[in-house]
């Protein structure tokens, strides 16, 4: 079975830190993603990558950035939380050749 | 640029009761469509997709779901829901071509709450 690990299933930080989510898959994908999930809004994407070092802005990526150094690994880095990206958030990947994602447990991220 | 909406934010059912969650979605091109399911406090796991071939397609647990092209809808179905039914339920699309630049990105409706009552 795929697996798909987050670093911290709840996080709570203060505002202006600097903040590192952490994802890693053991399948050898090549795609990962990076959503952010609010009530009544769904899942949106904040960053993607197709392979090691490169990455695409998805949808919402102001204020974040990302790191893929290894295959397996993607971090999502919030420069400086601020309280409006208290949110959960959730980390998947998928084969290049399919769109099937898998995803992680979430990390459940409050910014006071 | 595809677009999903799911038309109820919230669907309340009484165990062993049928239930229909809607999905529309709007795209200038084929798509992909998938339903992903949220158990509380869990990731979202993926129930079943439409790719080609038959409209109708089932997951193992008594889900399924019609494609209907002209309709532009995707709506998931089960005949009698049991308690453990419980989640939230997304729909998604993505483009086909998961190897060209689309890299197999999905777009997610806003969820739809079901709970089921004993």
């Known amino acids: 079975d795929v697996k798909v690990t987050q670093s911290s299933r709840y996080l709570v930080k203060r505002t202006g830190e600097k903040v590192f989510l952490e994802c890693v898959q053991d399948?050898?994908?090549?795609?990962m993603f990076w959503y952010r999930q609010d009530p009544g809004l769904g899942l949106r994407l904040i960053y993607f990558s197709y392979d090691v070092k490169m990455k695409e802005k998805g949808d919402i990526p102001e204020g974040y950035s990302v790191s893929r150094e290894k295959k397996e690994r993607f971090s999502l880095i919030l420069e400086s939380a601020s309280t409006n990206q208290t949110s959960m958030y959730l980390c998947a990947s998928s084969l290049f050749t399919r769109n099937e994602q898998y995803f992680g447990p979430g990390t459940r991220l409050t910014v006071t | 640029a595809q677009s999903v909406t799911q038309l109820d934010s919230q669907v309340p059912v009484f165990e062993e009761a049928p239930v229909e969650l809607r999905c529309n979605y709007s795209?200038?091109?084929?798509?992909?469509l998938f339903w992903y399911v949220q158990y509380p406090n869990q990731g979202l796991q993926l129930l079943l997709k439409y790719l080609s071939g038959s409209t109708l397609v089932e997951s193992i647990n008594g889900f399924e779901a019609e494609f209907n092209k002209s309709q532009t809808s995707f709506h998931l179905r089960k005949p009698s829901v049991h308690i453990s039914d419980t989640a939230e339920y997304f729909c998604?699309?993505?483009?086909?071509?998961?190897?060209?630049?689309?890299?197999?990105?999905?777009?997610f409706g806003q969820g739809t709450i079901l709970t089921v009552h004993p």
């Open positions: 795209s200038s091109v084929s798509v992909y």
């Open positions: 399948m050898d994908h090549e795609n």
């Open positions: 998604a699309v993505s483009l086909p071509r998961a190897g060209g630049t689309s890299y197999g990105k999905l777009t």
